[in-house]
T-cell receptor, first 115, second 113 residues
């Protein structure tokens, strides 16, 4: 299957600082990238979708100014958690797909802990 | 709104036996895709199988098969000959007309030796 690389796999940061998470599609050009948040023992909650050449579309209830998403190129998307607080601690996971494939491929996920 | 329902929070199966994980969905879209993903304790999401809404035959991928009943809006995953390595969380997902993916709450499968 296609490879999606997410970095870092875990990060600990101080409250009030910003954290950037990268998601790269290594062997294909991702026309669409998705960002999810997953709380322990719960399902994946879609945060936002970014399509090639356009701004990210955020799901209802997700703060655009807090979770900045940049689909910089067809192979890179970044999620920046700004002014992080302990309640932002979670598992964040990205996925990517391209036009000709039905499925989306996922990164390894990033476990964010805000202290 | 799209909704995916997995009613089995946890399932046990004996090694080498088959197990069915339930999934029902609710959508008004005519065209959609149904997926199953496996999430081991390490956290990554592993794609298992895909079924298109217009596919007439049930999808199969090795030991995985998808029992697609469109009229009932169900897309159950069948794992044959369970292995210890199959122990994980399993998520049913649907891709809608806008290419967004929605996930069920998951089923934790434990394979007993």
């Amino acid at each position: 299957g296609a490879v999606v690389s997410q970095h870092p796999s875990w990060v600990i940061c101080k409250s009030g600082t910003s954290v950037k998470i990268e998601c790269r599609s290594l062997d294909f050009q991702a026309t669409t990238m998705f960002w999810y948040r997953q709380f322990p023992k719960q399902s994946l909650m879609l945060m936002a979708t970014s399509n090639e050449g356009s701004k990210a579309t955020y799901e209802q209830g997700v703060e655009k100014d807090k979770f900045l998403i940049n689909h910089a190129s067809l192979t890179l998307s970044t999620l920046t958690v700004t002014s992080a607080h302990p309640e932002d601690s979670s598992f964040y996971i990205c996925s990517a797909r391209w036009r000709d494939r039905s499925e989306a491929f996922f990164g390894q996920g990033t476990r964010l802990t805000v202290v | 709104a799209q909704k995916i329902t997995q009613t089995q929070p946890g399932m046990f199966v004996q090694e080498k036996e088959a197990v069915t994980l339930d999934c029902t969905y609710d959508t008004s879209d005519q065209s959609y895709g149904l997926f199953w993903y496996k999430q081991p304790s390490s956290g990554e999401m592993i794609f298992l199988i895909y079924q298109g809404s217009y596919d007439e035959q049930n999808a199969t991928e090795g030991r995985y098969s998808l029992n697609f009943q469109k009229a009932r809006k169900s897309a159950n995953l069948v794992i044959s000959a369970s292995q210890l390595g199959d122990s994980a969380m399993y998520f049913c997902a649907m891709r809608d007309n806008f290419n967004k993916f929605y996930f069920g709450s998951g089923t934790k499968l434990n394979v007993k030796p």
